[in-house]
């Protein structure tokens, strides 16, 4: 039964713009923080933003100011809106739910972002 649903990611530019959706089970979306970690080839999957049930965001210091994170209660659906892409922001971007931020429950099943240079 999957429980996350991603969609969004692609290939653009450098100083392009991406957005991702991540949609839930309204059990899921109503209960968990949500948010993305990335992995890139050969690095350690890493938390690029998440936000809890109440609104509050953090952000990996290496996004802040250029990515935003943002919930719609409506249709329990997760935006990451990603600007001022980087080369080095290429990755697999994995949507995640869970009670806490650094304990995922559940998982998307990944889109590929790709920034050329």
């Known amino acids: 039964q999957v429980q996350l649903v991603e969609s969004g990611g692609g290939l653009v530019q450098a100083g392009g713009s991406l957005r991702l959706s991540c949609a839930a089970s309204r059990s899921i979306f109503s209960r968990n923080a949500m948010g993305w970690y990335r992995q890139a080839p050969g690095k350690q999957r890493e938390l690029v933003a998440s936000?809890?049930?109440?609104?509050?965001?953090n952000y990996a210091d290496s996004v802040k100011g250029r990515f935003t994170i943002s919930r719609d209660n409506a249709k329990n659906t997760v935006y990451l809106q990603m600007n001022s892409l980087k080369p080095e922001d290429t990755a697999v971007y994995y949507c995640f739910a869970g009670a806490a931020v650094y304990l995922p429950a559940y998982w998307g099943q990944g889109t590929q972002v790709t920034v050329s240079s």
């Open positions: 936000i809890t049930s109440g609104g509050s965001t």
